[in-house]
């Protein structure tokens, strides 16, 4: 009987033992999550689900998040900031020249410098800007700024001379690159890309690629043969488009274009 009874006791301060361990280690494991692994999936995340992303000379991330807000992740700390407040939309923004230039809710165009965003600087009005609806896909070039209203018609307005001007009314997508407009059409589904200097805004757009007129039911056998272009954009000063087979392609000046990702 005493020989039963501390087998007992032997096989129950083993399990006792054993579900004591278990939970030191689940306890350490909860205990030792890295809060800097937590910080980065969530800025990561945010990113994932940003409007509109833009990386510095430096290597650090600004992006538009919740639509009213503008972050900035640090290249070298990986920490996230929150820069601007107020944003009109999640398009409406874009970085140049150590400033972050957005659209406000009153649809006027302000300046935040980068350094110390609560110094903003009203740069124009509803009044000079046209007393648009919606603007986006801002982009700053010097004295020149391009933007979208919420429709397709693109924007400059000349600081210097103080006037605006339509550079083209069916803009889909589009990029400044060497002090030009690079824009694909909307309505007209021409999948073309064109070309236009922002110093001659009253000048025709150059076709550059695609066949420059609306495609129909009877083009379908043309697609490889005469590309659709459905995007362009600027990245590390490089011009890229890409086209409805998943291409992507680098823009040369010299009609050489670079095929990057097939």
Known sequence: MKIKTLCFII?????????????????????????TISITHSWQEMISDSFLSYKDAKGNIYFSYDEQEIWRVDNATQESTLMITGLYYGLSFCINDNYIYYFTPEKTLVKASIENPSEKEVVLSQEQLGG?????????????FV?????????????????????????????????KLYFVEHARRTFSL?????????????????????????????????????????????????????????????????????
């Open 11 to 35: 096989i129950f301060l083993s399990f006792f033992l054993f579900a004591c361990e278990k939970q030191l280690n689940a306890e350490s494991s909860v205990n030792t999550i890295s809060p």
């Open 132 to 144: 648009f609806g919606a603007p986006k896909d801002l982009a700053v070039c010097g004295d020149f």
């Open 147 to 179: 933007y979208r209203d919420i429709g397709t018609i693109a924007y400059l307005f000349d600081l210097k001379k103080s006037e605006r001007y339509q550079l083209h009314d069916d803009v889909d997508s589009m990029a400044i690159w060497n002090n």
């Open 194 to 262: 064109y070309r236009k200097p922002l110093d001659q805004p009253d000048a025709q757009p150059e076709l550059l690629l695609g066949k420059g007129s609306t495609w129909h039911n009877e083009d379908s056998g043309k697609e490889f043969s005469i590309p659709k272009i459905y995007s362009v954009y600027v990245e590390d000063d490089r011009l890229f488009f890409t086209q409805n087979n998943g291409e992507l392609w680098e823009f040369k000046e010299d009609g050489k274009h670079k095929l990057i990702k097939p």
